[in-house]
């Protein structure tokens, strides 16, 4: 898992899948622990223009293939497991290298593909993620990534 980590992380770029104004939703808390981060995120959403997280609204791309360099981004993904699967291929499509896919976006269809078809692929209850059994999710296990990465430096922000 420490190489996937390093892998997904890597990337210059990053975009989150299921990005929300709604601050009750994961897709707002991972998009925001982005942007806490300073890491450079986009967030997916086919049904709104924009998402306000922290007072700033923020342009969405409707889906990976929209992404200005999807070969330089890893994705974040808060969808559920039908949206996942298909969102999944569209990624592999455009050349999106490394997939999270947050604890509840996947099931054993999904989760088979991205570990098959992406460089990186952070699931599940792989290798110690996450607390409690819920498996790997960026905000209990994003930290450790960065460090993993190198970017101690956006590890350090909060």
């Not at 808390?29 to 049904?47: A, C, D, E, I, Q």
């Not at 570990?115 to 699931?123: C, D, V, Y």
Request: aromatic share 8%; proline share 8%; charged share 20%.
């Amino acid at each position: 898992m420490e190489t996937a980590l390093k892998t997904f992380f890597s990337s210059p770029r990053f975009a989150v899948a299921g990005a929300s104004s709604d601050p009750t939703k994961f897709g707002h808390k991972v998009f925001t622990w982005y942007l806490t981060h300073s890491l450079p995120v986009t967030p997916l959403n086919p049904r709104s223009q924009s998402i306000s997280v922290l007072t700033t609204a923020y342009p969405t791309m409707p889906s990976p293939k929209a992404l200005l360099t999807p070969t330089e981004t890893s994705l974040s993904v808060i969808t559920p497991p039908a949206v996942t699967r298909e969102l999944l291929k569209e990624a592999k499509e455009a050349g999106v290298p490394a997939v999270w896919l947050q604890p509840g976006s996947f099931d054993d269809e999904g989760l088979a593909y991205a570990q098959r078809e992406f460089k990186a692929a952070i699931a599940g209850d792989l290798g110690g993620g996450g607390r409690g059994g819920e498996g790997w999710c960026v905000l209990v296990d994003g930290e450790r990534g960065l460090k993993t990465a190198g970017r101690e430096w956006e590890a350090a922000r909060l």
